[in-house]
């Protein structure tokens, strides 16, 4: 992992925190269009006396690793490892280190915090601290009544989504769960697969999504 840290003006034993990124590859900036989020909350953190370390994904930028195979568990162990960095550091008070993570990195920030006691804290910023599948269907049918979807078609899509991930997070090898996938997709009638709008195609697609080690882990 590369990455980039940045003191305050004192190093006497200052307290230094480590910035993970949010779901989605990215870089240590946490870089969106133009916008680096991470470089601002360093700039101020480090001016602040706060010394900062922020770190590129795995398998973006200078970091190696196969980011498409990784977990939110994975990158737990990648903030840890963060912290024993940090904790090496002569200038850095090994009691006073913590973890701020933004979206999916907020939740990594109290996973990482619950295996280990040198994390002193943590600041989650936006981390979801409900039920994952719980969040992602609450998204998806806020984005349909939106769309002035009907409260019938809303259920069913409801419903349809609690079949998927429900089978997606069995503790099942890949092939079966893609089999009990098509399964249930067989016994859709044709009126509900054109209610839902999923044709095979999109089943497909949905499988392989579903069914990523980073889906079935968070799941």
Do not use: C
């Amino acid at each position: 992992l590369a990455g980039t840290l940045t003191f305050p003006k004192s190093k006497t034993k200052i307290p230094a925190v480590i910035l993970i990124t949010g779901s989605g590859q990215q870089d240590r900036n946490e870089e969106i269009g133009k916008h680096k989020p991470f470089w601002i909350i360093a700039d101020y953190l480090t001016r602040n006396g706060i010394a900062v370390l922020r770190v590129d994904d795995r398998g973006i930028g200078g970091s190696t690793g196969i980011f498409d195979q990784s977990t939110t568990g994975d990158f737990a162990e990648d903030a840890l490892a963060g912290i024993t960095f940090l904790k090496s550091r002569l200038e850095i008070n090994p009691k006073k280190i913590g973890i701020i993570g933004h979206s999916e990195g907020g939740t990594v920030a109290a996973l990482a915090a619950s295996r280990s006691s040198d994390v002193a804290f943590i600041v989650s910023m936006a981390g979801a601290f409900t039920n994952f599948e719980e969040v992602v269907i609450d998204q998806i049918l806020n984005q349909l009544k939106l769309q002035g979807i009907k409260n019938e078609d809303i259920e069913l899509e409801h419903n349809w989504r609690k079949k998927i991930y429900s089978l997606a997070k069995e503790n099942t090898d890949s092939a079966t769960a893609a089999k009990k996938l098509w399964e249930i997709y067989n016994e859709l009638s044709e009126d509900e697969i054109t209610r839902l709008n999923w044709p095979k195609g999109r089943h497909d697609a949905m499988i392989k999504q579903v069914l990523n080690p980073w889906w079935r882990y968070i799941l």
